[in-house]
């Protein structure tokens, strides 16, 4: 069913939403957008955060006693459209990536510094390619500077909050100790933003964001940025999770699982990362002695009428084996590290998204016990807590098929990434042996 | 090993996968020259005297001894078990079985001192470094340790070999007991009083600032000996930092192989790939071990001709003390015929002492005159016969010394030269090894 949508409308192709009138698949990220996900204000924390001043005020707060059913009264359905899709997603996964007619295209490109009285930024260009329906031009190119795309990944973890939203490059840089306008950090730091703008483009929910669609379409940004923090303010008063307070009866064990796959996951992308860097220290300190070897040879030959070709010869040979240190230890700076850091930081986010979940479940569970509490009084259900068990399904369901798209995707990426590795080593010796 | 081929055929041995190269290199042809002093050679080429051809030398095994010495006192060394074969029994069929004998460093120095103090015209091939040198922070440095003791008798045996295919020094009789007669050698080796033939060291470093008139030839070969020894010096000290450097990289590409292994614990499709792949980054660190190794071969090539430039510098200096006592003499001579001609004319031309005396205290009669005239005569009869002497012994010193050179500069181009084969040949087979498993850990990537 799903690959008769094409997979290109994941949103309408799953058509199976209970309560969703079936759509065209191109019109489905529409009904999406018209119908904000279950969760979609629950996580508006992280935005409530910027205008209620203490928010930490807001917490101690019984769990029972709070309105759990969407602030903006939203009617509620017991299917998300876009957890059914992302089940269906899940079969169609090896499509997904290898076959799947791709209709949006975006590539950071063409940074610029930009100088102001008040600070100094850069801009990137951010180039838009696509058919779909949605977007009245088939291009676009927009300017958007680092705050932008923090802007749209906490627009997106705050409507897709069942999603894994993939990482933003690390914001802070200590000052002194990384020059934030040199051209490498620029670089690094593009490559990493058309990556996630990329892994965006291609989710195949994350891509039907009504943010996302701003963000590479609006003009003005800024304006839309403004407006939609004073509809965020009149929900203001929106639901917290209580963290810590309640303990789960019984995280699923496949959760559990992926808890613990990621804190090793984690673990050892650390190491990786430690002695990638450890490598190209230890192979800038060869090559500065190799950059002193090679000459000697050469003042050898100076001295010897008779050896001075051999001499020379070899002198020759470990200027080549330089060179060719000196572009191994920057590929693995350019090409390397920043996917080890990429999945460092998703795993960061996968974790959050684990925890959300887990408050979701607790939730629920609080709800539970409390309606079983009062069942004496009232024995019907009340719809409260039915919704609540839809939301963690679909929670459930969501982060599930984000999780095995993310786990192809690392194994995709890592296969690449080694490959990539050996291929790197292997011209290196190969330059030498010439 | 077999020592009796001159050819270099190739550059490692296949059994012991050290390198072959100075397995005795012999010039083509060379003719020694006649009288050095009181020794007197056999003129001919090496063919007919290189001891090489009639016996097989080896320094077959290391042994750790303890001993007393001199003062009494418990002390452990090393002995070296040196193996000679008649090389022509061989040919005939019957393997005779090698003659052998126990040697210690100590006596290995005292033959090399010795044929430094009697053919000073010669360059004398170097012992191996009494103690490590040069070597990478993994390498011991202990006079004891199995590695340093096994390179250390390598370095002996071509210690050996270049001996016996020198020209001169293989027809030495103080050699060829080293090699055959175990007791009362050092015994013989003293009581040729060769140490009182030695030039003290401030002699030598006298005559280098005074000598007038240094030969063009040996100021040059000096001054090269003295850069050819700071190149090398500096060459090795940066090629163990990069054997440091280079041991570094391999061996943190090792810490893969752990986490990798680690890592596919928890890792379903992907878990293969990386378990295999982290086992050929195990492999990867762990041949960088073997790839040091030979390298330190290379490393002690360089490090003999290190010591070979203080051998030529040996050469040169005593050339230079040869021409100061020849400039000595020279100069006495011209003093000696001066003050003779003085006395016979009674004119002080310059002022001295004795003008001083003889106007203070009036002139000598004309029989003391004579008498000293007589005297100064003979002295200056001797001095002349001296003085011709010197000039033939510096003339001859000049002649086989500077053969020796030739030598020595043709046997240094050859061995260097295939000593840089070899490293360039151990480099080509290290990229290809380091190809190799990274191809292997690429297959088992491409399968994730």
Not at chain 1, 223 to 233: R, V
Request: charged fraction near 30%; hydrophobic fraction near 35%; aromatic fraction near 8%.
């Amino acid at each position: 069913a799903g690959r008769a949508g094409g997979g290109s409308g994941p949103a309408g192709g799953g058509g199976g939403g209970a309560g969703t009138p079936k759509a065209l698949p191109s019109s489905g990220p529409k009904s999406l957008r018209e119908m904000p996900h279950p969760l979609a204000a629950s996580s508006s924390e992280e935005a409530g955060a910027e205008l209620t001043p203490s928010p930490d005020l807001q917490l101690p707060r019984s769990i029972a006693d709070k309105d759990l059913s969407l602030p903006n009264g939203t009617p509620v359905d017991t299917s998300s459209p876009a957890s059914s899709s992302s089940l269906l997603n899940r079969l169609q996964l090896d499509d997904d990536l290898d076959g799947e007619m791709r209709d949006l295209f975006v590539t950071v490109d063409d940074p610029k510094k930009h100088v102001c009285t008040m600070e100094t930024y850069i801009t990137y260009r951010v180039t838009t390619k696509t058919t779909r329906a949605e977007f009245d031009l088939p291009e676009y190119s927009m300017r958007r500077r680092y705050q932008d795309f923090d802007w749209l990944r906490n627009k997106l973890e705050e409507s897709q909050p069942t999603h894994l939203i993939p990482p933003l490059p690390e914001k802070f840089v200590v000052k002194g100790v990384v020059d934030r306008f040199s051209e490498e950090f620029v670089e690094t730091r593009r490559k990493a933003l058309d990556k996630f703008l990329k892994r965006i483009a291609d989710h195949p929910v994350l891509s039907f964001n009504e943010h996302f669609h701003v963000f590479l379409t609006a003009k003005d940004l800024h304006a839309y940025k403004k407006q939609g923090m004073a509809l965020l303010s009149k929900m203001g008063e929106s639901v917290k999770y209580v963290t810590g307070s309640y303990k789960l009866r019984s995280r699923p064990v496949e959760f559990a699982a992926i808890g613990d796959y990621l804190d090793t996951f984690s673990l050892k992308l650390g190491t990786i990362d430690r002695i990638a860097q450890r490598i190209i220290k230890e192979e800038v300190e060869y090559l500065v002695e190799l950059r002193e070897y090679g000459p000697v040879y050469s003042t050898w030959s100076g001295l010897e009428k008779e050896l001075s070709e051999p001499l020379e010869g070899v002198s020759a040979c470990i200027g080549n084996c330089c060179t060719a240190l000196e572009e191994l230890s920057e590929d693995m700076t350019e090409d390397f590290l920043p996917v080890l850091r990429e999945y460092m930081l998703y795993s960061e986010s996968m974790k959050n998204v684990l925890k959300k979940r887990d408050q979701v479940q607790a939730e629920y569970e609080a709800k539970l016990e409390a309606v079983v509490l009062k069942r004496e009084d009232r024995p019907k259900v009340p719809t409260e807590v039915e919704k609540c068990q839809d939301r963690v399904e679909c929670f459930n369901a969501d982060l599930k098929a984000d999780m095995d798209r993310w786990q192809n995707n690392k194994r995709q990426d890592f296969r690449q990434l080694l490959m990539g590795m050996a291929d790197k080593n292997i011209q290196y010796y190969e330059k030498v042996i010439l | 090993v077999s020592l009796a081929i001159p050819e270099i055929e190739s550059v490692l041995d296949p059994e012991s996968r050290r390198p072959l190269w100075h397995t005795a290199y012999l010039p083509p042809k060379f003719i020694t020259i006649g009288t050095w002093g009181e020794l007197t050679y056999i003129v001919g080429t090496n063919e007919e005297y290189c001891l090489l051809k009639k016996i097989e030398i080896s320094v077959a095994e290391a042994e750790k001894r303890t001993g007393r010495n001199a003062m009494n006192m418990q002390e452990t060394y090393t002995a070296y078990l040196v193996e000679t074969r008649a090389v022509e029994s061989q040919a005939e069929g019957q393997c005779s079985p090698p003659d052998s004998l126990w040697r210690r460093y100590s006596e290995f120095e005292l033959l090399r001192n010795y044929l430094l103090v009697n053919y000073p015209h010669v360059i004398v091939p170097p012992l191996p470094e009494k103690r490590a040198e040069f070597v990478w922070h993994k390498l011991a440095a202990d006079n004891m340790d199995p590695d340093f003791v096994e390179r250390r008798r390598i370095g002996l045996e071509n210690f050996l070999l270049r001996v016996a295919s020198h020209p001169i020094l293989c027809q030495e009789k103080i050699f060829n007991a080293f090699l055959t007669k175990e007791g009362g050698w050092k015994e013989t080796v003293n009581e040729t009083g060769f140490q009182l033939k030695a030039d003290s060291r401030l002699k030598a470093l006298n005559a280098t600032f005074r000598v007038k008139n240094p030969d063009r030839r040996f100021t040059e070969l000096k001054h090269y000996s003295d850069e050819l020894q700071s190149v090398i010096s500096h060459l090795l000290r940066v090629r163990a930092r990069v054997a440091d450097r280079l041991y570094g990289v391999y061996k943190v590409h090792g810490n893969y192989g752990r986490v990798f292994s680690e890592w596919s614990a928890i890792e379903k499709e992907m878990g293969d790939g990386l378990q295999s792949a982290g086992h050929h980054m195990d492999v990867y660190a762990a041949s960088i071990d073997d790839i040091l190794e030979e390298e330190e071969h290379y490393a002690d090539q360089l490090k003999e001709y290190l010591f070979y430039a203080e051998a030529l510098r040996a050469v040169c200096r005593k050339h230079e003390l040869l021409q100061y006592e020849l400039e000595m003499a020279a100069q006495d001579l011209t003093s000696k015929k001066q003050q003779c001609e003085e006395l016979a004319t009674g004119t002080v031309r310059t002022f001295s002492l004795k003008g001083m005396t003889s106007k203070l205290f009036g002139q000598e009669t004309p029989e003391q005159r004579e008498a000293k005239i007589k005297v100064l005569e003979e002295q200056i009869r001797d001095g002349e016969e001296q003085l011709k002497a010197k000039n033939l012994e510096s003339r001859d010193f000049m002649k086989s010394a500077w053969t020796d050179i030739e030598r020595f500069k043709e046997q240094k181009n050859h061995d260097l030269k295939e000593a840089l084969i070899s490293y360039a040949v151990m480099q080509i087979s290290m990229c290809k090894k380091g190809i190799q498993v990274w191809t292997n850990a690429k297959e088992c990537f491409s399968k994730m």
